[in-house]
């Protein structure tokens, strides 16, 4: 597999070309290496196996095409994108990197080796992201002999559409890693909220209590899961009701981030309710098993 | 459910005023009863100017307007009410206030009148055991404001019957809205959700977790909201929410409902948000 050094043309104007590497080619690592690519940087993605790393790249070139097909992006800035893209599964291609966005699976220790293991391979002056979501970026940064290079970029999902990043610096953050970081990250296009290295960083911590807040209710008997949903979008005028919502990102996935930030902030609201529990037990997952609050015809996360 | 009903709007204030032009638009005739003749002008005068932005904005038009504000009178006097079937309350959030008047209202309409309250903050149950037949009373929670937003609560009083719950909420169908069904517990169902969150947004914000600006962009952003925490509370009035999740935190004891300290000091301070000219944010002038 080729490890990326192929041209790129039409890099946006003023911003400095990077080499970034992006660990994890799942929907988060996916979505910020096109985010990254976009922006005329070329891009390394680099996940465990081939199939992984093939699976996410064909998934970003399908994106982009798609961007294509309706005028979001021009075909040279695809073209660009594309040619600057590759896959690895070997940590080694990401030496010449001056950025690496960790996306990995959430589990502070291993993020911390990884980081560790690329104090090895990358050069002193190589920045190091993580995409965390509920851990600490001072955890993850410890794993590295130069902590002060590691900043916290949570990119809001999706990446590519979500006009957001939260920069969080962490105890060990440097001020120079913090300011390149900002620029790196606005340099994307994208608009840069500063916060500090706290469970959730600002969405997760208010998102998280709030949708349990709705399980509640309906636990509590105050709705039903359609009124609950009406509740919210007509009364609050959120974009999605809580339900809806929860069924996309899984029953299983909010409960592993409920959990987590409940461990850290041992504050009770962030405790998945039990009926999360039940319905995990149930295998109502949410869309992808064609069951969550709500049913739907097909199985899968574009299911109806 | 049969048009052109006729209606009585307690309270001629921002909500009743809202709730009378709802009504009114869907071809009820309206009686709004209030305690004197200026506060009678003042809300007829606050349902025409809402009415003509709607005519300037081409969202209403001339003749509308003008059949909508034919069919609401205001009067001071609780018997002239007779013969409205349906009473909306939306007097001061006082409970002494409304102790006093919904017995009189009713007795000036008769048992047969369905009577609902608009209150937010107040027991709907307490509110139900001052009238006769308190079957017949539920809360219909209208949001600010009422011609602009789809939603209303049909609140469950205790004592309220499957009947008058059916009612309300076909009746509010009948005004255009989208009615959802809750119990009779502080906040309802939306403010229930959204106050321990407007809390946590004030004590992140009181923590250092990012400045306001950037707490509100990540919010609208991120989450797509239509409006960031911070901006929000500005907008609603901080002595508002204040009120609101205090009356919610002495019926639960939540240390979500509890007010965060800032909250108080800055309500102290004047701080009270756009209609001050300060909250969160610095608005220049009060609005």
Not at chain 1, 127 to 136: I, R
Not at chain 2, 76 to 98: F, H, P, R, S, Y
Request: aromatic share 6%; hydrophobic share 40%.
């Amino acid at each position: 597999m080729e490890t990326g050094k192929a041209e790129v043309h039409g890099a946006a104007e003023g911003l400095r070309r990077q080499k970034v590497g992006v660990l994890g080619a799942g929907t988060m690592g996916s979505g910020i290496a096109i985010t990254v690519a976009r922006a005329g940087h070329p891009v390394v993605v680099r996940d465990l196996s081939e199939d992984r790393v093939e699976g996410g790249l064909a998934s970003i070139r399908k994106f982009l095409d798609r961007g294509v097909e309706r005028g979001k992006l021009s075909a040279e800035k695809r073209d660009a994108a594309v040619s600057g893209l590759s896959g690895t599964t070997e940590l080694e291609a990401l030496a010449d990197c001056d950025v690496v966005i960790e996306a990995i699976f959430e589990d502070e220790a291993l993020k911390a080796e990884t980081f560790g293991q690329l104090d090895e391979i990358c050069g002193p002056e190589t920045l190091f992201h993580t995409n965390t979501s509920t851990l600490s970026v001072t955890g993850i940064a410890s794993g590295s002999k130069h902590p002060e290079r590691v900043v916290g970029t949570h990119y809001a999902n999706p990446a590519p559409l979500v006009n957001l990043v939260e920069v969080a610096r962490g105890r060990l953050t440097g001020d120079e890693a913090h300011r390149r970081t900002i620029e790196f990250v606005e340099g994307l296009g994208k608009e840069v909220v500063l916060t500090k290295d706290t469970p959730g960083f600002i969405l997760n911590y208010f998102l998280v209590p709030f949708e349990n807040d709705c399980i509640r209710a309906l636990e509590a008997g105050m709705g039903t899961v359609e009124s609950i949903d009406k509740a919210v979008t007509l009364g609050l005028g959120y974009p999605m009701g809580t339900f809806t919502l929860l069924d996309i990102v899984g029953l299983d996935i909010h409960k592993a981030v409920s959990f987590a930030l409940y461990e850290r902030l041992r504050d009770p609201r962030f405790a998945p309710p039990p009926l999360v529990d039940r319905m995990i037990a149930a295998g109502h997952l949410g869309r992808k098993t064609g069951k969550g609050f709500y049913e739907y015809e097909r199985a899968g996360l574009m299911g109806t | 459910m049969s048009e052109g009903q006729k209606i009585s709007v307690l309270g001629f204030g921002t909500m009743g005023a809202g709730i009378a032009q709802v009504c009114a638009e869907a071809s009820h005739e309206v009686v709004v009863l209030e305690t004197s003749d200026e506060r009678l002008e003042d809300g007829r005068r606050r349902m025409e100017s809402f009415l003509d932005e709607g005519v300037r904005r081409g969202k209403v038009t001339e003749g509308d307007r003008d059949e909508a504000l034919a069919r609401v009178r205001g009067t001071t006097k609780v018997g002239e009410l007779a013969g409205c079937g349906v009473v909306i309350e939306a007097a001061v959030e006082d409970l002494g206030v409304k102790r006093e008047l919904l017995p009189a209202v009713a007795e000036a309409v008769g048992e047969e009148a369905v009577l609902a309250t608009n209150t937010s903050a107040l027991s709907v149950t307490e509110l139900a055991a001052t009238v006769p037949r308190p079957e017949r009373f539920g809360g219909l929670h209208f949001f600010n404001p009422a011609p602009l937003m789809p939603l209303v609560e049909v609140v469950a009083a205790e004592q309220s019957s499957g009947e008058t719950l059916d009612f309300l909420e076909a009746f509010a169908e009948g005004l255009g809205k989208q009615p959802v069904r809750t119990k009779d517990r502080p906040g309802f169902l939306v403010n229930r959700l959204l106050m321990p969150y407007l809390n946590q947004v004030v004590q992140a914000y009181d923590d250092g977790l990012a400045s306001a600006e950037d707490m509100d962009t990540a919010l609208e952003n991120g989450l797509g909201y239509p409006m960031g925490g911070l901006k929000l509370l500005d907008l609603i009035g901080l002595d508002v929410h204040l009120h609101a999740t205090s009356a919610a935190y002495e019926q639960t004891h939540s240390p979500y409902l509890s007010p965060p300290p800032l909250l108080g000091r800055m309500v102290s301070a004047g701080y009270l948000g756009r209609k001050s000219g300060r909250g969160f944010y610095d608005w220049g002038e009060a609005s």
